[in-house]
């Protein structure tokens, strides 16, 4: 019976040319609200036109619907492969994106419509609350292969943690917000150092999975952004800290690039954008709060580099939805090959 439902359902989805669309997507979303709060920062900082935040942000949000509606879709009419999504040892994660893209969504409508926009960060940061407990819960069980630790990790705990963190203070809640940063903090150095051992110890990396290193970026950047988030005053060494050593895993990844994209360009590479977006926010943000220095002269050269490496990414996936290369192939597919 599940058989010849599970059949109907793929029936219908190639009825209507619905496509099976993966949780890794939702990057998309962050990355573009990373982008259009950069320029939301910039438009205070340098008189920037501020319409061009609030489109990225306009564009952002339409993403993130269309992409809710097809990812519900899945799960409707393709639920044995939203369900292999589910138990894949490195997909998993990516469904963490879900909740915090919404939560994101949530604060991007802030100054248009304060109930839909509390609304979806508090259904944003339940929902990534739960799943983070829950999949976390599941790693913590063991039986993993270690060849399938990536950075994805990052996101259930870390991101979730840091981007509630965020949100939180942005709806004036920063002490609501400082559990979710510490969470965000201490989680994501357990982590890292699992990542960094099985870099140095396993086998190479699959270059279909490379791309996943972009992540990698985000932790201390997101959770620089987090810290000024919960924080006031001026940026103290701590703030300087992360900066710095985010920094250095921009400079990793940047002598790892040809390595990464051997496979060529992807979706993946929107892994990239979230970390670039916030470490361009942090500079900008400690200009603002009135540090000094090479952090905060560098801050309109991080933000040119955003822009850049975000719209070219942006551009890029056009490119590849034109040419009908956007999706990875399905997973139930690829298991039965």
Not at 192 to 207: K, L, N
Request: charged share 10%; net charge positive.
């Amino acid at each position: 019976m599940l058989q010849r439902m599970g059949s109907a359902g793929e029936e219908t989805m190639q009825r209507l040319r619905i496509p099976a669309v993966p949780a890794s997507l939702f990057a998309i979303i962050l990355g573009l609200i990373g982008l259009g709060g950069c320029w939301r920062l910039a438009s205070r900082l340098w008189t920037l036109p501020a319409w061009v935040g609030e489109t990225i942000m306009l564009i952002a949000a339409a993403i993130w619907a269309i992409l809710i509606l097809l990812y519900l879709a899945k799960w409707v009419w393709l639920r044995a492969e939203a369900l292999a999504e589910f138990r894949h040892p490195v997909l998993c994660c990516f469904i963490a994106l879900v909740p915090i893209s919404t939560t994101l969504v949530g604060a991007a409508l802030l100054p248009y419509q304060h109930e839909i926009a509390a609304a979806l960060a508090a259904i944003g940061i339940a929902g990534q609350v739960v799943f983070a407990v829950y999949r976390t819960g599941r790693l913590w069980m063991g039986g993993r292969d270690p060849s399938t630790t990536t950075p994805v990790l990052y996101l259930p705990t870390g991101a979730g943690g840091f981007v509630s963190a965020i949100v939180l203070s942005a709806f004036g809640l920063p002490d609501w917000g400082i559990p979710f940063f510490a969470s965000g903090v201490l989680s994501s150095l357990a982590i890292e150092s699992v990542i960094w051992h099985r870099m140095y110890t396993a086998p190479e990396m699959a270059p279909a999975m490379r791309p996943t290193l972009g992540i990698q970026l985000a932790p201390p950047a997101v959770g620089c952004a987090a810290y000024l988030a919960v924080t006031s005053g001026p940026p103290d060494l701590f703030v300087q800290v992360l900066i710095g050593y985010a920094v250095l895993q921009a400079l990793l990844l940047i002598r790892l690039l040809p390595w990464i994209a051997r496979a060529g360009f992807s979706a993946g590479f929107w892994a990239f954008t979230f970390g670039t977006a916030a470490l361009a926010f942090d500079a900008m943000r400690f200009a603002e709060r009135g540090g000094h220095g090479p952090i905060a002269d560098a801050a309109r050269y991080a933000f040119g580099a955003a822009i850049l490496i975000i719209g070219g990414i942006f551009l890029g996936t056009i490119w590849l939805l034109v040419r009908g290369k956007l999706l990875p192939p399905r997973l139930i597919v690829a298991n039965a090959a």
